[in-house]
């Protein structure tokens, strides 16, 4: 049995099933923008690993930074010690974010990340003794994460609700902005949120969403004034606002949190995913200290969470080369030559027949297509064209490498328009 073959029959991938219908590519080596397959071929790679590996592959100053750190200690439990590259990544997070999220809880992955912010809501009402706030409002569309909290709070169909219906709690669901920009923003876009929010405050712990861009559930975009106006309201009703930056933090809208393009601040705010550079599993949930002192001067006067690779040392370490290489490089530039390349070279896609919508935000580009692609199909499509794309549902998209180079991100684009000509 070749390890292709074994993969295919014992290894279970995202999404997939057992065994599973197609074999999966195997890569050798990654390095820049390109993937190297195990039969020699080289993929430009349009997906940055899901929107984490910004600065690409085999970066030499994150490589180095986690070989210093192996020669110290890989890891050590957090429960009492402290380290360095904690210390460093937390100074580090506090001073990138909105100023008033003043302290940080790392987690190992994106979803935990969502579970500490939805528990951490849940405690800060019940350390003030309002026990009716046991309820969460949500976006339809929205994604954040894979794990019983974070999926009930994900859109109700996609997240398949009802399959889950005898354990998923059940909460509130407004319907995201229709139109992508202020221009097209209108009172309407709000009502839906506006009725959820003043129907159910006080039942409502918190509002979470993923701020200026939905990603997995549907990479969609919406207006700045939208976060505003969903500030506004929480403030109206005394409701925390939870901000999932998981996918849109460090640069990839052209701030370097979503939030910024709002001027908004949440009371507790999510990170992963580009957190590390794309190398270890790492994640952070930042909060404000109105959350962390009501908490912790409540009952049981402890934050009930503790995951056993609670900061983990080497991934500490990657993430604080990351973002020192992330605010010492020109990327505000980078993303917005991306953008600029992105909104020209895709362009031609709104002509095409199968193509619903065509958009673009900062280092991101989607094609919507009318109806759902063959997801196998078209990525065997794509690595024929000598690409990394791999579509879901009815979009075909990329968010790559910031270092992407202006031919490299041609070959990407032109591959799209190709497929998606075809489907
Ligand atoms: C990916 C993602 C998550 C989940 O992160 P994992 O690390 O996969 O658990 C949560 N929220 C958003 C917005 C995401 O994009």
Same mark, same amino acid.
């Given at each position: 049995?070749?390890?292709? *073959?074994? #993969?295919? $029959? ?16 195997? @890569? ?8 190297? /397959? ?6 430009? *790679? ?20 986690i070989?210093n750190q192996l020669e110290n200690m890989a890891h050590v439990m957090f429960g009492g010690l402290t380290h360095e590259p904690a210390v460093e990544l937390a100074k580090?997070l ?9 302290s940080v809880f790392f987690a190992d992955?994106?979803?935990v990340? %969502?579970?500490i912010? =939805?528990? /951490?809501? =849940? ?10 706030? $046991?309820? !969460? ?8 994460? #894979?794990? !019983?909290?974070?999926?009930? %709070? ?12 005898? %354990?998923?709690? &059940? ?17 309407? *876009? =709000? ?37 505003? #106006?969903?500030?506004?309201?929480? *403030?109206?009703?005394?409701?925390? =606002? ?7 933090? !460090? ?5 370097? !949190? ?22 270890i599993?790492l994640a952070a949930? +930042? ?9 912790s ?5 402890l934050f009930m969470h503790g995951p056993t690779f609670m900061a983990n040392p080497l991934a500490c370490a990657v993430a604080n080369?990351?973002?020192?290489? +992330?605010?010492?490089?020109?990327? $505000?530039?980078? %993303? ?5 390349? +992105? ?11 199968? &193509?619903?919508? @065509? ?65």
């Amino acid at each position: 049995m070749t390890d292709t *073959d074994f #993969d295919q $029959q014992h290894i279970w991938h995202p999404y997939s099933s057992m065994p599973s219908a197609l074999p999966a590519y195997p @890569v050798k080596s990654a390095s820049g923008v390109m993937l190297t /397959l195990d039969d020699g071929r080289e993929l430009v *790679d349009g997906m940055a690993s899901w929107w984490c590996a910004i600065h690409g592959y085999n970066v030499p100053q994150l490589n180095e930074a986690i070989e210093n750190q192996l020669e110290n200690m890989a890891h050590v439990m957090f429960g009492g010690l402290t380290h360095e590259p904690a210390v460093e990544l937390a100074k580090k997070l506090v001073s990138i974010t909105p100023e008033k999220l003043q302290s940080v809880f790392f987690a190992d992955s994106g979803s935990v990340a %969502v579970e500490i912010a =939805l528990k /951490l809501a =849940l405690q800060y009402w019940h350390a003030k003794g309002d026990t009716q706030r $046991q309820k !969460f409002l949500a976006l339809k569309g929205g994604y954040h994460g #894979d794990t !019983f909290a974070a999926m009930s %709070v994900c859109d109700p169909v996609s997240g398949m609700h009802a399959m889950f219906n005898e %354990v998923l709690p &059940v909460h509130y669901f407004a319907d995201a902005p229709s139109g992508q920009h202020n221009a097209q923003y209108t009172d309407a *876009d =709000l009502n839906s949120f506006k009725q959820q929010i003043e129907q159910h405050h006080r039942k409502l712990a918190a509002v979470i969403l993923e701020p200026i861009v939905q990603g997995a559930g549907g990479m969609r975009f919406y207006a700045p004034q939208f976060l505003q #106006d969903v500030r506004a309201l929480c *403030d109206k009703h005394g409701v925390l =606002l939870i901000t999932d930056e998981i996918a849109t933090g !460090f640069g990839r809208t052209g701030k370097l !949190f979503a939030c910024e393009q709002a001027n908004i601040t949440p009371d507790i705010m999510c990170v992963g995913k580009a957190l590390t550079g794309g190398y270890i599993s790492l994640a952070a949930t +930042l909060m404000s200290n109105e959350i962390a002192g009501t908490i912790s001067g409540g009952e049981p006067g402890l934050f009930m969470h503790g995951p056993t690779f609670m900061a983990n040392p080497l991934a500490c370490a990657v993430a604080n080369a990351s973002i020192e290489l +992330l605010l010492n490089s020109p990327w $505000q530039q980078r %993303v917005s030559n991306i953008e600029t390349q +992105l909104l020209r070279e895709l362009k031609p896609a709104r002509d095409l027949k199968q &193509v619903k919508d @065509v958009r673009v935000l900062g280092a991101i580009g989607v094609i919507e297509t009318h109806q759902a692609v063959d997801q196998t199909a078209m990525c065997q499509a794509f690595v024929d064209a000598g690409v990394w794309v791999r579509p879901f549902s009815n979009l075909v998209y990329i968010m790559p490498s910031y270092i992407i180079e202006p031919d490299e991100l041609t070959k990407l684009t032109s591959a799209m328009l190709h497929v998606v000509s075809r489907a």
